[in-house]
Structure formats: C-alpha cells, structure tokens
C-alpha cells in the first residue's frame, strides 16, 4: 500500500500526541495522585442509603485522622441534605471526604469552579476527597437532569477558618 | 480523455455537455433510491427545522434574554424533543437517504425491492412519529402522554411507554434499512467477484457492522428494561446498568453522525474543491479504525460515575485517545485534497492556495467551514477525553458547546452542504435560491462560533448544562474569561443566528422541492472523480469485513465483559431503583418552584 511521505510523517506525529496524550493522564492518575470517582464506594439500598452498613445519616463526621471529615450528602429531588437547607461546614486546611448518594433519580454533585464533581446513582455511593485551604464559600449544583424542579437543586459549602470551625461543630463522632 | 475529464472534475457549476435529451441525475437513472432518499431527506429536514426552533426557545430561555414562550418545568419538554429530534433523527434519516443513495450510486444498481425499502423508511418513520407524540404530547394537559427524560433517558426516571416502543421501532427500522444496503452489495458481490469494494458501498458497510454491533446495547436497555418498567411489567431497575448499556451504544452514535459527514469529506470535498481524492486505501484504513475502536469506549461517558473501576475507565480513556487517530488522517486527507484542488485551480503560496478554492459555491463552503469547526471540536473533545481533566468540565455548558461543533456543525453543517449537491439529483430540480444557499454556511459557522466559545467558557465556571435558569440563589459562577452576562448575550445571539441560518436551508429545500422539473442543466454533476491511488493500492484483507467485526467484538468483549458481568452478578435489577415518572409535580416541587 502506498502511503505519500507526509502522510507518513503526519501519521508518526498523530501517534506521537495520542502516546502523549495517554502518559499526561497517567501521569496524573499515578504520579500526582488525582483519584477518579471509582468503585470503591461500593453499593447501597437504592432507596434507603442509610440502612446498611455502608453509609451513615447525612451530615459532617470526625474522620479517621486529625483534620480529617467525612461529609455524607443525600441527593434527593430537588435538594442535598446538608447543603440546600443549611449549608455544608468544614474548616479551612481541613482533608474532606464526601460520600455522595442518592435516595430517588440520578444527579450531580458539583462544587462549582472546582473539579469536585461527581455522579449520585441509586445504588451507588460515590466517594470524592479533597482538601481545602482557604474559608471561602462555594456554591454546589446539580448538573444532571432530575425532573422538573432540577434548576432548583443547588446548595453551599463553606470553609471557614478553623476557629469559628469549633464553635459550631456539627461533627459528630 | 484526460482534459475533458479535468474539466468534468472542476465543473461544479457546469455540467458538461449533454446530448440531447441526456440527464446526469441520479433520479433519471435509479428512480426507487432516489424516491426513497428524497423521504429520508424530507424527514431529516423537517427534524432540524423543528428541532432549530425549539433550540432558540432554550438558548433564549436560559439565558433570561427571553421567557415568554415556556415555564421553566416545561424547558425538559422542550430540550428532549430537541436532543432527540435533532441528534437521532436529523442526522439519522440523512444518513439513511444518503446512504442509500450512495450505495446505489457506487454499486450501479437501483434498489433490491422498493417495496421492502419503503418499509424500512415506514418503520423509522413511524417508530421517531411515536416518539415525538410522547414528547410534545407532554404540553397538552389532557393527553397522559410524558417524556422530558431527555434524549439520553436515564433510569429511574421514567416515560410513556410510547416513547420507549416508538423507539425501539425506529431502531428496527434504521437495522432493516442496514440490511437492504448489505442486500445490494451482495447481489453485487455475486455478479462481480474478486472487485474491489466500491469505496462509497464500503464505508456504508464498515458503518453498519459498527451499528449493529452497538446498537444491541440500547436494544436490551429498552426492551428488556426500560419498556417493562414503563408498562409496570417489572418493578425496578438497575440504573448503573441501564446508564452502562446505553453508553454502550451512546459513543458509538457519535460516529453514526459523523460517518456520514465523512463520506461526504472523502467522496465529494476533494471534487467540489477541484481536485480528487489522495488516497483510497487510507480511506478504507479510517472506516475499519472507525469500526473496531467506537463501540469500547463508551466508559469514558461515565468518568464520573460511582460503581464503575478506575482502570475500565482507563482501558476507555486509552481507546478513546487512539480513536483521535482516524480523525487525524481525516484531517490531513480533507486539507491535503483542498490543498491539491486549490492548486489545481490556480492557487499558490504557503496559505494563498485558500484564496483559490470555489467559497461561493454552498456545498463546498459548508463541508470546508464544518471541516474547520470539527478541528476545534476536536481539541475540546480532547479535554473531555483526558480522564482526570474531564471532571473540570463534566456535564457542565463546555459539553453542549463540544458537540455543537461536532454534530451541530461538523456533521449537520456537512449534511446541509450535501444536500445542496446532492438534492438537485434526487429530484431532477435544480437548486432554487442559489443566493441565499450561498450565504447559509456563513450565518451556520458565526452563530456556531459564538454560541459555542461561550458554552464552552460558561463551563469552565462551573455553569451546568440542562437546566433551564441562568442563575442559582445559592451558587456564583466566577469567569475566567470574560464576564457570565457576556457570555449569556453571546449564546443567545449565537442561537438566534443559527435557527436563521436553519430556516434559510429549509428555504432553499421547500423552494426546490416546490420548482419545476424543467429542461435546463442541473447546476451540479454527479460525476466523482478517481482518487489519485485507487483502490488497487489497498491491500486486500481491508475487504474482509468478517475479520474486521470479529476484531471488533473482541474489542468490545474486553473492554466491557468484565465491567457488565460485575453489575449484573448480583442479579440484573440490583440494586433496585423504583420508576420515578416524569410529570408528576410532587410536593416537594411546589415548595421549591414558590
Ligand atoms: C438551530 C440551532 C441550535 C440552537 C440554537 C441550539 C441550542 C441549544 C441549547 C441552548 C441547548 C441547551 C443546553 C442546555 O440547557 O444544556 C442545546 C442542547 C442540545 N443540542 Fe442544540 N442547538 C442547535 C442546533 C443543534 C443541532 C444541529 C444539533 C445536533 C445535530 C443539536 C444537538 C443538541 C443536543 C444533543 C443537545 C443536548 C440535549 C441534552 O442535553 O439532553 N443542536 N442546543
Ligand atoms: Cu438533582
Ligand atoms: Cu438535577
């Protein structure tokens, strides 16, 4: 097969970027240690998340080290239970784990402006850690269609300095 | 020979000439695929009008620039019916018409059985009629008619069973209507062995072995899930499942709209521009990269999911990454044949050649600006593509923003531009409002670029894709680049040229329908020149589709035998989500709506 010279070359370059390509992302996955959304969470009742083993009533815990929370949100339409109806609390320089489900449809749980943003399946529960340096507010929406009050389902997390952080601690242990 | 040949390849606007009472159209020659293509086409063109229609009403209601036309509940109506009227059944019943049309053509014979063929049409036909009853149906009150489930229909929420059966009729009708195409191709085969493949017949095949293969996942959603489920056969579902299987074939759909934009780049382009194409062989090497690396890929729509292993999503990430390479040979072949007709026509200079090429000339100007905005498309596709990158940008505006380059304009700009070649010839009429067809692609590529530079930034600030406000009580979204009200005004703008640059082809299209047959000469010429290596320079094994499927299922077997096993281990309805159906305002939905 005759293949012309500049499509030769333009073949070895196309294939040079993908190879690139693929070594970013996985230089990203296993050298910089950014986690992607897995299976880890494992499953749960897709109706009632908290009736197993795998995941607890919704709100801020003490996690397993010092400065470290596990957040637990229930997604249902059209809210996040915490985060619509009282915001989300945690304390600057604080490591967060959220564990996200939902209790009826698909939605999203995005922190808007950061890469914080993952699925809720029924069934599933998903498991994303971040950290937070600075107090600062952020605003959370659900970015997958859940019928019509969808527009509606937003909520706030807010990081605040660790001081303020103590003083109105809803962890609990 | 040689010279007049040249001229026949050049002549767009002039045919040559004809004895007397000599036609060059299609329509002359193979009337039934001319009939049941001008169908086709009569359905896909009014899909795109409606479906244009009810994106201004979005693009204008969501951005707040105006409201007067839907409440905010009912923006789900209206974005189902244009998802789906516009990226399953526009671009699917194109590609039906052109491909019977270039089956034909390439083959040299007209329909197996008219009869049959017309049934297909039929079935599609009143499979997508079904489907649009159940979405529009949700606007009148007293029909119970519901499916603002949107053109992706996740699970657990839950439609009209019409819309699921008018489905999967449809589905039947695009595999009858594969089926025909290979019909004729091996009635073909058994009047011409050891040919070649024509290259038109083979990008048909190469493109329905890859439907066929992925289109059983949607098949088994639907029929064996969603279908019961909305007729209260079986109680509940598995959502990661059914989002898993219709991933499953949701990729590869993506390729079923842009093959037929392919076929138009590789076939036709390289003529409109004055030339032919470099090389048929690399041709055939893209359609069967195509084949086997579409369907395993479609994890790399559920990055985000929960329940899914990291390293599936990786598997999909490197396939996807490697499937950039047939669009970069696409690239270069579609360049380097503009290049090579420029040049023939005059052009020089390292970028003066561009200044030669036929802009005038509607079909050649739609395929070439829809070739450049793929480009961009792609690089956004990219961004989307990088796994861990991607959860900057999932299911937020940057993704509307991606496919309204690539389906949007890549192939629906190339299928306007088609149908202004091609249309001509299936009726026998030539193209009326040659002014205003010569303007469309302009007005299709300015809005495009402003509605998607903007969709795209919005994303970047976090602003969510599929929801019908502008703005959130509890969220701010902070722009790069620019300013979210800007951004707002440019995607409203944006849409508003668009749906004009919609209603000019639907124009153009009613015009010719309406005109005359007459007596002149067409104003183009179906002729299609020899690609500069042919055929003969492509190796042999390229023919053998059989190996080509059987890569391709093992492909798909890797990729997704394990990942499927593990869901449906625990029993194919667990863990168990009720139907949620659409249209029913609960409760909670009036407190939250005031
Ligand atoms: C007349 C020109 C068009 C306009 C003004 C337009 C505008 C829009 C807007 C504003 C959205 C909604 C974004 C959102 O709320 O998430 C949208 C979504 C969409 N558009 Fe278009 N669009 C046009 C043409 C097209 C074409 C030609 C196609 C495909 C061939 C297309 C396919 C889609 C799809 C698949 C969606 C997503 C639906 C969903 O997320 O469920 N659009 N469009
Ligand atoms: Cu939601
Ligand atoms: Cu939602």
Same mark, same amino acid.
């Given at each position: 097969?005759?293949?012309?010279?500049?499509?030769?070359?333009?073949?070895?370059?196309?294939?040079?970027?993908?190879?690139?390509?693929?070594?970013?992302?996985?230089?990203?996955?296993?050298?910089?240690?950014?986690?992607?959304?897995?299976?880890?969470?494992?499953?749960?009742?897709?109706?009632?998340?908290?009736?197993? /083993?795998?995941?607890?009533?919704?709100?801020?815990?003490?996690?397993?080290?010092?400065?470290?929370?596990?957040?637990?949100? /229930?997604?249902?339409?059209?809210?996040?239970?915490?985060?619509?109806?009282?915001?989300?609390?945690?304390?600057?320089?604080?490591? &967060?784990?959220?564990?996200?489900?939902?209790?009826?449809?698909?939605?999203?749980?995005?922190?808007?402006?950061?890469?914080?943003?993952?699925?809720?399946?029924?069934?599933?529960?998903?498991?994303?850690?971040?950290?937070?340096?600075?107090?600062?507010?952020?605003?959370?929406?659900?970015?997958?269609?859940?019928?019509?009050?969808?527009?509606?389902?937003?909520?706030?997390?807010?990081? &605040?300095?660790?001081?303020?952080?103590?003083?109105?601690?809803?962890?609990?242990? | 020979?040689?010279?007049?040949?040249?001229?026949?390849?050049? +002549?767009? *606007?002039?045919?040559?000439?004809?004895?007397?009472?000599?036609?060059?159209?299609?329509?002359?020659?193979?009337?039934?695929?001319?009939?049941?293509?001008?169908?086709?086409?009569?359905?896909?063109?009014?899909?795109?009008?409606?479906?244009?229609?009810?994106?201004?009403?979005?693009?204008?209601?969501?951005?707040?620039?105006?409201?007067?036309?839907?409440?905010?509940?009912?923006?789900?109506?209206?974005?189902?019916?244009?998802?789906? =009227?516009?990226?399953?059944?526009?671009?699917?019943?194109?590609?039906?018409?052109?491909?019977?049309?270039?089956?034909?053509?390439?083959?040299?014979?007209?329909?197996?059985?008219?009869?049959?063929?017309?049934?297909?049409?039929?079935?599609?036909?009143?499979?997508?009629?079904? &489907?649009?009853?159940?979405?529009?149906?949700?606007?009148?009150?007293?029909?119970?008619?519901?499916?603002?489930?949107?053109?992706?229909?996740?699970?657990?929420?839950?439609?009209?069973?019409?819309?699921?059966?008018?489905?999967?009729?449809? =589905?039947?009708?695009?595999?009858?209507?594969?089926?025909?195409?290979?019909?004729?191709? =091996?009635?073909?085969?058994?009047?011409?062995?050891?040919?070649? &493949?024509?290259?038109?017949?083979?990008?048909?095949?190469?493109?329905?072995?890859?439907?066929?293969?992925?289109?059983?996942?949607?098949?088994?959603?639907?029929?064996?899930?969603?279908? @019961?489920?909305?007729?209260?056969?079986?109680?509940?579902?598995?959502?990661?499942?059914?989002?898993?299987?219709?991933?499953?074939?949701?990729?590869?759909?993506?390729?079923?709209?842009?093959?037929?934009?392919?076929?138009?780049?590789?076939?036709?382009?390289?003529?409109?521009?004055?030339?032919?194409?470099?090389?048929?062989?690399?041709?055939? #090497?893209?359609?069967?990269?195509?084949?086997?690396?579409?369907? @395993?890929?479609?994890?790399?729509?559920?990055?985000?999911?929960?329940?899914?292993?990291?390293?599936?999503?990786?598997?999909?990430?490197?396939?996807?990454?490697?499937?950039?390479?047939?669009?970069?040979?696409?690239?270069?072949?579609?360049?380097?044949?503009?290049?090579?007709?420029?040049?023939?026509?005059?052009?020089?200079?390292?970028?003066?050649?561009?200044?030669?090429? @036929?802009? *005038?000339?509607?079909?050649?100007?739609?395929?070439? =600006?829809?070739?450049?905005?793929?480009? *961009?498309?792609?690089?956004?596709?990219?961004?989307?593509?990088?796994?861990?990158?991607?959860?900057?940008?999932?299911?937020?505006?940057?993704? @509307?923003?991606?496919?309204?380059?690539?389906?949007?304009?890549?192939?629906?700009?190339?299928?306007?531009?088609?149908?202004?070649?091609?249309?001509?010839?299936?009726?026998?009429?030539?193209?009326?409002?040659?002014?205003?067809?010569?303007?469309?692609?302009?007005?299709?590529?300015?809005?495009?670029?402003?509605?998607?530079?903007?969709?795209?930034?919005?994303?970047?600030?976090?602003?969510?894709?599929?929801?019908?406000?502008?703005?959130?009580?509890?969220?701010?979204?902070?722009?790069?680049?620019?300013?979210?009200?800007?951004?707002?005004?440019?995607?409203?703008?944006?849409?508003?040229?668009?749906?004009? +640059?919609?209603?000019?082809?639907?124009?153009?299209?009613?015009?010719?329908?309406?005109?005359?047959?007459?007596?002149?000469?067409?104003?183009?010429?179906?002729?299609?020149?020899?690609?500069?290596?042919?055929? /003969?320079?492509?190796?042999?094994?390229?023919?053998?589709?059989?190996?080509?499927?059987?890569?391709?299922?093992?492909?798909?077997?890797?990729?997704?035998?394990?990942?499927?096993?593990?869901?449906?281990?625990?029993?194919?309805?667990?863990?168990?989500?009720?139907?949620?159906? #659409?249209?029913?305002?609960?409760?909670?939905?009036?407190?939250?709506?005031?």
């Amino acid at each position: 097969m005759h293949v012309h010279r500049f499509e030769r070359i333009w073949l070895v370059a196309a294939l040079g970027m993908i190879v690139l390509f693929v070594g970013t992302v996985t230089y990203g996955a296993v050298v910089a240690g950014y986690g992607m959304v897995d299976a880890e969470g494992g499953q749960v009742d897709a109706t009632d998340p908290t009736d197993g /083993e795998n995941f607890r009533e919704p709100g801020v815990y003490n996690g397993s080290e010092p400065g470290h929370y596990d957040v637990y949100v /229930e997604t249902r339409r059209f809210a996040f239970v915490p985060g619509t109806a009282e915001p989300i609390r945690v304390p600057a320089g604080s490591t &967060v784990t959220f564990h996200v489900v939902s209790v009826d449809v698909l939605h999203g749980f995005e922190v808007a402006g950061t890469n914080i943003n993952t699925m809720a399946i029924p069934g599933q529960k998903a498991v994303v850690t971040a950290e937070f340096d600075e107090a600062r507010e952020y605003g959370i929406v659900c970015n997958e269609y859940c019928g019509e009050g969808h527009h509606t389902m937003a909520g706030s997390l807010e990081v &605040v300095p660790p001081g303020e952080f103590n003083a109105t601690a809803e962890v609990s242990a | 020979m040689a010279h007049a040949h040249d001229e026949r390849a050049t +002549g767009t *606007a002039e045919g040559r000439e004809l004895a007397a009472g000599e036609r060059l159209a299609f329509v002359d020659q193979y009337p039934a695929a001319a009939r049941v293509t001008r169908l086709c086409f009569g359905v896909s063109f009014t899909a795109l009008l409606i479906g244009a229609v009810l994106g201004i009403v979005q693009a204008l209601h969501r951005t707040n620039v105006f409201r007067g036309v839907i409440s905010s509940s009912d923006y789900y109506s209206v974005l189902t019916g244009h998802g789906v =009227l516009l990226a399953l059944f526009f671009t699917i019943f194109f590609l039906s018409g052109a491909f019977t049309w270039g089956t034909s053509r390439s083959l040299g014979r007209d329909l197996p059985n008219p009869r049959f063929s017309l049934a297909w049409f039929g079935l599609q036909l009143g499979g997508a009629a079904a &489907v649009a009853a159940a979405i529009f149906g949700g606007f009148v009150g007293q029909i119970p008619f519901e499916a603002d489930v949107l053109y992706t229909f996740y699970a657990p929420l839950q439609a009209h069973p019409l819309f699921y059966a008018g489905l999967a009729a449809w =589905l039947v009708g695009t595999w009858l209507a594969g089926a025909d195409w290979i019909r004729s191709y =091996l009635r073909w085969r058994s009047d011409n062995r050891g040919e070649r &493949v024509p290259l038109q017949t083979f990008m048909v095949l190469t493109t329905m072995l890859m439907w066929y293969i992925s289109t059983v996942g949607v098949a088994v959603e639907v029929l064996v899930f969603l279908l @019961p489920l909305s007729m209260g056969l079986i109680e509940s579902v598995d959502p990661l499942l059914t989002r898993t299987l219709f991933w499953y074939f949701g990729h590869p759909v993506v390729y079923f709209w842009l093959m037929p934009a392919y076929f138009a780049w590789y076939t036709i382009l390289p003529k409109l521009a004055g030339g032919r194409l470099f090389s048929d062989p690399l041709a055939r #090497v893209v359609f069967v990269l195509f084949l086997i690396l579409s369907t @395993p890929v479609g994890f790399h729509h559920q990055y985000a999911d929960p329940g899914v292993a990291e390293g599936f999503k990786f598997v999909a990430m490197t396939n996807t990454m490697f499937l950039l390479l047939p669009s970069f040979l696409t690239a270069f072949t579609v360049v380097a044949s503009m290049e090579y007709g420029a040049r023939r026509r005059g052009g020089s200079g390292y970028f003066g050649w561009m200044k030669a090429l @036929p802009w *005038a000339n509607p079909a050649f100007a739609g395929m070439a =600006l829809a070739g450049l905005m793929f480009a *961009a498309g792609g690089f956004s596709g990219i961004v989307n593509a990088g796994m861990n990158i991607n959860s900057l940008v999932h299911n937020t505006l940057w993704v @509307p923003g991606h496919f309204h380059l690539t389906v949007g304009t890549a192939s629906a700009l190339t299928m306007m531009a088609l149908s202004y070649w091609l249309y001509p010839q299936v009726t026998g009429k030539r193209l009326q409002l040659y002014g205003v067809a010569q303007v469309q692609p302009y007005v299709w590529f300015i809005g495009m670029a402003l509605m998607s530079n903007a969709m795209h930034r919005a994303g970047l600030a976090g602003v969510p894709r599929r929801t019908a406000e502008p703005q959130y009580d509890q969220v701010s979204f902070e722009a790069a680049l620019g300013s979210i009200p800007e951004m707002r005004l440019q995607i409203a703008v944006g849409g508003a040229l668009l749906t004009l +640059g919609a209603a000019l082809f639907a124009a153009v299209m009613l015009a010719t329908w309406f005109a005359d047959r007459g007596r002149g000469r067409l104003r183009v010429d179906s002729h299609l020149p020899e690609p500069i290596s042919g055929p /003969e320079d492509a190796p042999r094994v390229l023919d053998n589709f059989r190996l080509w499927a059987a890569i391709a299922v093992v492909l798909v077997a890797i990729a997704y035998g394990f990942p499927i096993f593990s869901m449906v281990a625990d029993g194919p309805f667990d863990p168990a989500a009720p139907p949620v159906p #659409v249209g029913v305002v609960d409760a909670a939905l009036g407190v939250f709506l005031g």
